[in-house]
């Protein structure tokens, strides 16, 4: 694999193992990568990072590079066509009521500079929603619990 395809990988036998596969299917401009050290503008980072129109998943590490949380943007419509919005923006909308930049520095405060990577589900012909419940489904074999920040499945 291409050094610069490489994403980290944790030390789980099944997660690292779907990480692995789907950043094989990736091409050089299908994962983004960026870090979040709780002082920029995290709208400002995301966006500088990641393309508009971006449809797939979406995790955030800790500083230890543990999953915290998957998630996902963009819903396939019956035609094919994507409905939703794009990952930039998903990023940015509020969580349980609260706004993303205050959930975040959260997350930044309990658990130290976050490392969020995207995948560009849309670009290897995968539905993000399968995506999503294939990483969060095998993280759950690995952990027999669901990352940190995701609440139910």
């Not at 610069?4 to 944790?10: M, T």
């Not at 994962?31 to 995301?46: A, H, Q, V």
């Not at 393309?51 to 094919?80: D, M, R």
């Not at 969580?95 to 995948?119: D, M, P, Q």
Request: glycine share 4%; with cysteine.
């Amino acid at each position: 694999m291409d050094k610069s395809l490489k994403i980290s990988i944790l030390k789980s036998k099944y997660f690292s193992k779907k990480l692995e596969y789907y950043s094989r299917l990736m091409s050089i401009n299908s994962i983004f990568e960026f870090n979040w050290n709780g002082k920029n503008k995290f709208k400002s980072i995301s966006e500088k990072y990641i393309p508009e129109h971006i449809y797939g998943v979406y995790l955030f590490f800790n500083s230890k590079n543990e999953c915290i949380y998957i998630g996902k943007a963009g819903t396939v419509l019956q035609n094919g066509n994507i409905k939703s919005q794009d990952i930039c923006k998903r990023l940015n909308n509020k969580r349980k009521k609260k706004n993303s930049k205050k959930v975040y520095k959260e997350w930044y405060l309990k658990h130290g500079i976050l490392t969020i990577k995207v995948i560009d589900t849309w670009k290897i012909k995968k539905c993000p929603g399968f995506v999503e419940y294939d990483l969060l489904q095998s993280y759950f074999d690995e952990y027999k619990k669901l990352p940190e920040y995701n609440t139910c499945f």
